[in-house]
């Protein structure tokens, strides 16, 4: 059993139990009322709960970077200037109806509510064929490994031989709400899950966003540890491509996304060919380029929303990806209240029902790791025990 990392403290900020009209926060100590944080979670209608609140935020944060990146989407950032200016609001938020990294997103969603517990390839190959709608929307890889899972074929082979396209990473951060507090936990099932439908080296990029996005939602996180922990689970391997490359390395890659970031502080406009000088690649949905920019956009931007998927819209390349990424990090930290009340506004008026949608599978996403953290309070008394006899 792998424990949280400052488990006490993540009972003491997120678990709460409903008294009349206040709550009051149980402490470590205390014996968990397990009925009453589970109804206090589920029946919450606003964003009170810190823990509702972050998985909201990081949902629908995704989704709204997604939305406003994918009008300039695959453009440099001098095209971008050019036609634009400054993006400094989203532009068409009704697309957050169509994007596909929120949609792949919530495949993942939909696997952890339905089986409540950490899933296997088995388990979102299951989704995938019951709830992959509109396929043809979706991009050839994805649709390619659709493919193979309708055939028959074992989920742990179907993404072995597929392009890398950066399909992962794009849709990693479920995985890390899952696994929250436990970046290497959040790694390693998001490598098994990625290779379902991406070979290395995104599958690897994917995983180590994830372990981000797992410490994201840490109460003492902070931009710096989040970079630090993205960083540490980057692989330091060299990959073999079909020409040759000026970064072929995640772990370097990431070097040169902090470098940048060290070397331009937080003016990210300056910073934009920098970043796609050093760090672009052939194409702007290769993963390593995703990640690395990601990260150094991240950085730069301190962790916040607004500045954050500005940054990842105007620096072009995989902007949807980039937006996506860095504003689901940022709620992940801030919650839901992150994202400016006027956009979140839009998206009620777009497209209701899936802003109600991501409000649910949140309180019950927080329904489930309320369970699973009781869970881990019980085996944290087991180990007590043991260290007494050993």
């Known amino acids: 059993m792998v424990y949280p990392r400052d488990l006490n403290d993540v009972w003491r900020t997120y678990v709460f139990e409903k008294t009349g009209s206040s709550l009051i926060a149980i402490n470590s100590d205390c014996v968990i009322s397990h009925d009453a944080v589970l109804t206090f979670v589920i029946s919450m209608n606003g964003t009170s709960s810190t823990l509702v609140s972050k998985i909201w935020g990081c949902l629908l944060g995704s989704a709204i970077g997604n939305a406003m990146g994918s009008i300039v989407e695959n453009w440099p950032y001098?095209?971008?200037?050019?036609?634009?200016?400054?993006?400094?609001?989203?532009?068409?938020?009704?697309?957050?109806?169509?994007e596909d990294d929120h949609r792949i997103a919530m495949l993942y969603t939909e696997a952890y509510l339905k089986y409540q517990r950490s899933i296997t390839p088995e388990d979102l190959a299951e989704i995938w064929k019951e709830k992959f709608t509109n396929s043809d929307q979706f991009f050839w890889c994805m649709r390619n490994s659709l493919e193979l899972l309708r055939r028959g074929i074992s989920p742990r082979q179907t993404g072995m031989y597929n392009i890398n396209t950066g399909s992962a990473i794009m849709a990693i951060a479920p995985i890390g709400i899952y696994n929250m507090f436990e970046p290497d936990k959040a790694y390693?099932?998001?490598?098994?899950?990625?290779?379902?439908?991406?070979?290395?080296?995104d599958a690897q990029c994917a995983a180590a966003m994830a372990a981000g996005f797992a410490e994201a939602f840490s109460p003492d996180a902070t931009v710096d540890s989040i970079v630090a922990t993205i960083h540490d689970h980057a692989l330091d391997k060299d990959m073999v491509y079909w020409d040759d490359r000026k970064v072929n390395n995640l772990k370097t890659a990431v070097d040169i996304g902090i470098d940048i970031a060290d070397k331009h502080g937080a003016d990210w406009w300056s910073a934009r060919?920098?970043?796609?000088?050093?760090?672009?690649q052939w194409h702007a949905i290769e993963p390593i380029e995703v990640l690395s920019i990601t990260v150094s956009l991240f950085k730069m931007t301190g962790g916040n929303y607004t500045e954050g998927v500005i940054a990842g819209t105007n620096t072009g390349r995989d902007s949807d990806t980039i937006s996506n990424l860095i504003g689901g990090l940022c709620c992940a930290m801030h919650g839901l209240e992150a994202i400016p009340a006027d956009w979140r506004e839009g998206v009620l008026e777009v497209n209701p029902a899936l802003h109600d949608k991501f409000g649910q599978v949140s309180r019950e996403f927080a329904a489930i790791l309320v369970k699973k953290f009781e869970m881990y309070k019980k085996y944290w008394s087991y180990a007590d025990k043991l260290t007494r006899l050993v």
């Open 273 to 280: 060919k920098d970043v796609c000088d050093r760090l672009g």
């Open 188 to 201: 390693a099932e998001a490598l098994d899950l990625a290779y379902m439908y991406q070979p290395e080296p």
């Open 78 to 98: 001098e095209r971008i200037e050019k036609t634009y200016g400054k993006i400094e609001m989203p532009l068409h938020l009704e697309r957050i109806r169509t």
